[in-house]
Nanobody, 124 residues
Framework: QVQLVESGGGLVQAGGSLRLSCAAS????????MGWFRQAPGKEREFVAT????????NYADSVKGRFTISRDNAKNTVYLQMNSLKPEDTAVYYC?????????????????WGQGTQVTVSS
């Protein structure tokens, strides 16, 4: 069993930055690929970014490419999402998720464990 706890959300003005963290407990963290997803009110959950277990492979949604950066520190059992140049359309609840396959994937169905989410609100 893996527990995931997100933190770092909040209210920020457009153009600002936030860094989200997701702390994992349980089994060996480096065995998991990690992903960030988001869900805005009235919309389906969507893929944001993913990183392989080793950290060597990353992938991003086109809507955040060049603005967001996913990274991980396996010694700290933590994955991060650095969000720069934030836009009002980035407003959503952000979730981190773990996939035991170690392969970075955009497919939310592949993820085995999910956190409770953290709210990010970007004002215009």
């Amino acid at each position: 069993q893996v527990q995931l706890v997100e933190s770092g959300g909040g209210l920020v003005q457009a153009g600002g930055s936030l860094r989200l963290s997701c702390a994992a407990s349980g089994r060996t963290f480096s065995n998991y690929a990690m992903g960030w997803f988001r869900q805005a009110p009235g919309k389906e959950r969507e893929f944001v970014a993913t990183i392989s277990g080793s950290g060597s492979t990353t992938n991003y949604a086109d809507s955040v490419k060049g603005r967001f950066t996913i990274s991980r520190d396996n010694a700290k059992n933590t994955v991060y999402l650095q969000m720069n140049s934030l836009k009002p359309e980035d407003t959503a609840v952000y979730y981190c998720a773990a996939d035991i396959s170690q392969i970075a994937t955009m497919n939310s169905r592949r993820y085995d464990y999910w956190g409770q989410g953290t709210q990010v609100t970007v004002s215009s």
